[in-house]
């Protein structure tokens, strides 16, 4: 197919913006982080470690994620995931957009979430697709817009069928591209295609499109014309996605390829380990936490936590 300046894939049929996008919220820009829940051994939220964490995050990030896929929402307390909300929202304090995720199995139940999200001080609400039950692409359309009819936050589509196993597809997108209270969506799923194409679609949509995953490739996509990142490493090097972003757009390749290569190390690090274990057991080493992870998600055993320690001493990353 053609493509844009951009690389991005024209897209017949989506050559107009729709009015309803011209008065919607603004979407979610620049680099996000999933913040990790912190939790002490008996699985409570580490609400001092949360804190520290939050106020680590302020300085290298355009916004938080409370409750992604990172903050373990579909194992945790429920008790724990209001807390973590509430705790981050609070030490926030409107420095930072926030975005929270509500995505549930049942529709009623993500609805539910995005009202306690509001209470708690969220700018956003990031839904995932149903899981567990099976789901055609007309349920999971379904899914997306009774959420975004009731929530009273402007709603972040989260496209991550790995974990779901529920994809939101083009005919989703299409459906849901008209709807006032969808305003971006961030794509997990690797697919370059299907990730140009959403770019192409923004004339369509008016959403603004986040890149969720393929960190190895995070400077091609930098160069893809995106609007932001949603990266959990932001984690364990904040301020590494968005000091990337600048050398790429600053033509300074030097630069970007030596971020490239911390991004690159970290990534791998998550390959040889269960990679939640170790995003919160490098974040741990580094001084905040405990690293634990809810059950069933594996603990990091001492040779893991000793590749850890070694990992981000080699690449500057050990307090």
């Known amino acids: 197919m053609p493509t844009t300046a951009h690389g991005t894939q024209e897209v017949a049929g989506l ?24 939790l002490d051994a008996d699985e409570r939220l580490d609400e001092a470690a949360l804190r520290g964490h939050v106020e680590r995050l302020v300085g290298g990030v355009d916004g938080i994620m409370v409750l992604g896929t990172g903050g373990e929402l579909p194992i945790l307390r429920d008790d724990v995931a209001s ?79 790995k974990c779901t196993h529920t994809p939101l597809d083009r005919d989703a997108v299409l459906a849901l591209a008209d709807h006032p209270n969808i305003v971006g969506i961030k794509d997990s799923t690797g697919d370059r295609d299907f990730f140009d194409w959403l770019l192409a679609a923004r004339e369509r949509t008016g959403w603004t499109v986040l890149q ?3 960190e190895k490739r995070a400077s091609e ?11 959990g490493l932001e984690n364990v090097a904040p301020g590494t996605m968005r000091a990337l972003a600048q050398a790429v757009a600053a033509g300074d390749d030097g630069q970007a390829a030596a971020l490239q290569e911390r991004i690159d190390a970290l990534v791998d690090l998550g390959g040889r380990h269960f990679w ?18 809810a059950a069933p998600l594996p603990s990091l055993d001492e040779a893991a936590r000793a590749d850890v320690r070694e990992t981000l001493d080699r690449i500057g990353l050990l307090a």
């Open 15 to 38: 050559d107009r913006t729709d009015e309803s996008a011209r008065t919607r919220t603004p979407g979610p820009r620049g680099v996000f982080c999933p913040i990790i829940t912190p």
């Open 83 to 161: 807390g973590a909300i509430e705790v981050v929202a609070d030490q926030l304090a409107g420095r930072l957009p926030l975005a929270c995720g509500i995505g549930d199995a049942g529709t009623a139940r993500a609805v539910d979430r995005a009202a306690r999200a509001k209470e708690a001080g969220a700018d956003y609400a990031a839904v995932c697709g149903p899981y567990y039950y099976r789901a055609d692409s007309q349920a999971v359309t379904r899914h997306f817009a009774m959420i975004a009819d009731a929530s009273s936050l402007p709603v972040v589509l989260y496209n991550i069928p």
């Open 212 to 214: 969720g995953t393929a």
């Open 221 to 231: 996509y930098w160069r893809s014309g995106m609007d932001g990142y949603v990266s």
């Open 276 to 293: 939640l274990s170790v995003i919160k057991g490098a974040v741990a080493e580094q001084g905040l936490g405990g690293g634990t992870v």
